[in-house]
Nanobody
C-alpha cells in the first residue's frame, strides 16, 4: 500500500524557517519523482518544488531562493526546508508522487506564518 506521510508543519514567525518531511512507503521510492504542493485559504493547489530520482530539483518562482527540497533514498524520505517565510507561505503542504497512471497524495501538514 502506497503511503506518503507529511510531518513538521506548525507555526513560524515571519522571516523564520521550518522543515517539512515526507515519509514514503509501499513503492520503490528511489525510482520516483517526489513533489511538494501547497494549498492556501481560498486558493487552488499549487506546485512548490520537485525532486527527481537523481536529485534534480525544480522550484516555483515564488519559493526560489528560499525553499530547498531534498531526499534521502535510503530512509525513503523527502524534505522541504522553508527559509525567510512570508505570509503567502501559509498553506497546507502536500507530498505527491505518481506511479504509472496513479497519483498519490499525503494527508498534508499545515504551515502558518505569523507576524
Amino acid at each position: 500500500q502506497v503511503q506518503l506521510v507529511e510531518s513538521g508543519g506548525g507555526s513560524v514567525q515571519y522571516g523564520g524557517s521550518l522543515s517539512l518531511s515526507c515519509a514514503a512507503s509501499g513503492f520503490p521510492f528511489s525510482s520516483q519523482t517526489i513533489e511538494w504542493y501547497r494549498q492556501g485559504a481560498l486558493k487552488g493547489r499549487e506546485l512548490v518544488a520537485t525532486i527527481s530520482p537523481a536529485g534534480t530539483t525544480w522550484y516555483n518562482e515564488f519559493v526560489k531562493g528560499r525553499f530547498t527540497i531534498s531526499r534521502d533514498n535510503a530512509k525513503k524520505t523527502a524534505a522541504l526546508r522553508m527559509n525567510n517565510g512570508n505570509f503567502g507561505d501559509t498553506a497546507v503542504y502536500y507530498c505527491y508522487t505518481t506511479i504509472g497512471s496513479l497519483v498519490y497524495w499525503g494527508q498534508g501538514t499545515q504551515v502558518t506564518v505569523s507576524p
